[in-house]
């Protein structure tokens, strides 16, 4: 048994595990398989609903609902740059993928679970989704390469330093009035 004083204490934080960061192109093979099954069982429930058209997006999304698991995302913008923080609870650093470009962050990931248990017959088990795949659109450039990807109890962090604003070039021979 637990005291009321024990449970009153503060629990230590986790300290953050850094992300290897990969190659937009790294990740293609990935989520082409993963567009491959999507379209698939959107082609499922096509055929189940007695091939009625017309519910293509219907289809779509009901199939992404079943096979992704939603992650929720945080854009925060500063001087410095931008802030993404996405949930993703259960995902451990390793069953990760992140890649940044200037203008987009993709954050796939897939995990195993199976939980074996050898005193207990399960009655009843919900399921979620072992595979996430989220792009985001960014609102303002940054330096992919000096990103820092960071992963601390089920939330990743993205840290995107701001790319440098374009010079404006005045033409010689012109003048700003």
């Not at 637990?2 to 192109?25: C, E, F, G, H």
């Not at 992404?64 to 913008?77: G, I, K, T, Y």
Request: net charge negative; aromatic share 4%.
């Amino acid at each position: 048994m637990v005291d009321q004083a024990s449970r009153m204490q503060p629990t230590k934080p986790a300290s953050p595990t850094p992300l290897k960061v990969v190659a937009a192109t790294d990740l293609f093979a990935s989520m082409q398989r993963l567009h491959d099954s999507v379209a698939r069982r959107a082609s499922e429930i096509f055929e189940s609903q007695g091939r009625t058209f017309g519910h293509d997006l219907e289809n779509w999304l009901q199939a992404e609902s079943e096979l992704l698991h939603p992650v929720h995302v945080d854009v925060a913008e500063s001087d410095e740059g931008l802030t993404v923080r996405a949930e993703i609870p259960g995902f451990k650093a390793e069953q990760l993928e992140v890649s940044m470009e200037p203008r987009r962050v993709t954050i796939a990931g897939k995990r195993e679970s199976h939980a074996e248990r050898k005193d207990e017959k399960t009655i009843y088990k919900e399921h979620c989704s072992d595979q996430i795949l989220r792009v985001i659109e960014l609102p303002a450039e940054v330096i992919a390469g000096k990103a820092v990807a960071t992963l601390t109890d089920g939330l990743l962090e993205l840290k995107l330093p701001r790319a440098a604003p374009a010079k404006k070039v005045v033409p010689i021979g012109s003048y700003v009035v």
